[in-house]
């Protein structure tokens, strides 16, 4: 299995451009996220591309390498104590993240995608897609104009698929995308759940979804 980096790519090149702009004063506002501004969805978009960029680095040298040193905590207060840097510098890392993670793709080939690697003791396939979701996720968290609507089809189908353990214990989620697209989460009672393909990938991802999705909505188990 590999993964097509062309959407990867795509996101990149469109973060400058949808970060442009930004203002010390911007930057404090709030995010989508509870209790983060947007300062902070920035300085985990420079962690976390930077952590899973060094994920393909040493996998490609058959090497294995911590997410984060230190682990969460350390994650977390990396954030934390970057969330309130003035602008120029949160865009500045978040643009050099995603170029360091764009670098490391164009690395691997053909053979390499089953790489071992620490992130979920899983390869390069779950790395980069994990990426993906990062940059296409926080994209929209952001609160400037790019919002779940704009998900490609490509991405809403991996992100439908990959959120599936969200179902509750002993309830069968049947999700129905108005143009015909189907997926099935869990077993038991069965709940349905019907939208466009972009919102119901909004909700089964935590997000408010742009248009509506109906049904007997469940609670979701965390985020995956």
Do not use: C
Not at 21 to 29: E, N, P, Q, Y
Not at 33 to 43: D, I, M, N, Q, T
Not at 71 to 79: F, T, V, Y
Not at 190 to 214: F, I, K, Y
Request: net charge negative.
């Amino acid at each position: 299995m590999s993964v097509n980096p062309v959407p990867v790519w795509a996101a990149n090149t469109r973060l400058p451009g949808l970060l442009h702009g930004l203002t010390d004063l911007s930057v404090r506002a709030d995010s989508v996220l509870p209790g983060w501004s947007r300062g902070h969805v920035l300085a985990h978009l420079a962690g976390v591309g930077n952590a899973l960029a060094r994920q393909v680095e040493y996998a490609l040298e058959d090497r294995k390498v911590d997410v984060y040193d230190g682990g969460r905590p350390a994650r977390d207060a990396g954030i934390a104590a970057n969330a309130g840097n003035p602008a120029v510098d949160l865009v500045e890392d978040a643009v050099a993240a995603s170029a360091a993670f764009d670098r490391a793709l164009a690395k691997i080939g053909p053979d390499d995608w089953g790489r071992s690697v620490v992130y979920r003791d899983g390869t390069l396939v779950e790395v980069v897609q994990a990426y993906w979701r990062e940059i296409e996720i926080h994209s929209t968290d952001l609160r400037l104009g790019y919002t779940p609507a704009t998900w490609s089809p490509e991405f809403s189908d991996h992100l439908l698929t990959f959120t599936a353990p969200r179902a509750p214990e002993g309830v069968q989620v049947v999700l129905r995308a108005d143009d015909g697209g189907s997926w099935t989460w869990g077993t038991g009672t069965p709940v349905e759940v019907t939208g466009a393909r972009n919102d119901l990938a909004a909700w089964a991802a935590g997000r408010t979804p742009v248009g509506s999705v109906h049904g007997d909505l469940p609670e979701l188990k965390p985020y995956p």
